[in-house]
């Protein structure tokens, strides 16, 4: 890489693209759009006062213009423009997967101890069980004497 920067800058642009995206956010001044409407009501009152007045003098046949829309916009339009490093995030997934399947390996080694205690335990199981009959059997014996008399009374 130290000999050649310039095939390496290329095989990294080749291999690792930058993605652009574009976010368009929309936002609306409602500052301005408020006082757009304080301004068009207080125009249309002053022209009903006008023409409620009732002057003699003075006919109004018809309105030529009606304001149709407010005379300025009042959203902006605010693009957002995004260049990602693909070569980062190669370099991160890479690095997940490694993680993956390292942790992967460690938990069968876990779940094949696991299943080892299972056996060992369940043979001591086993085990428990002779000895404890065989204790009972043990202390039958050695009190014969004294369950027999027991018998006899009843």
């Known amino acids: 890489m130290d000999n050649l920067p310039e095939s390496a800058a290329k095989e990294c642009a080749e291999r690792f693209p930058i993605k652009e995206t574009i976010d368009t956010i929309l936002t609306v001044d409602y500052n301005l759009l408020s006082a757009y409407e304080n301004e068009y009501t207080r125009l249309s009152l002053k022209i009903d006062s006008l023409l409620n007045e009732g002057c003699d003098t003075v006919v109004i046949d018809s309105i030529k ?25 190669q370099v991160i997934l890479d690095s997940c997967q490694k993680l993956s399947s390292l942790l992967s390996a460690k938990l069968n080694k876990e779940i094949e101890n696991v299943a080892k205690l299972n056996n060992k335990c369940d043979k001591y199981k086993g085990q428990r069980d002779w000895l404890f009959w065989i204790v009972i059997l043990l202390l039958i014996w050695i009190f014969r004497k004294q369950i027999a008399l027991l018998f006899k009374l009843f």
């Open 65 to 89: 213009t009606v304001i149709k829309q407010l005379p300025a916009k009042t959203n902006t339009k605010i693009i957002v423009k995004t260049q990602e490093n693909t070569a980062k995030t």
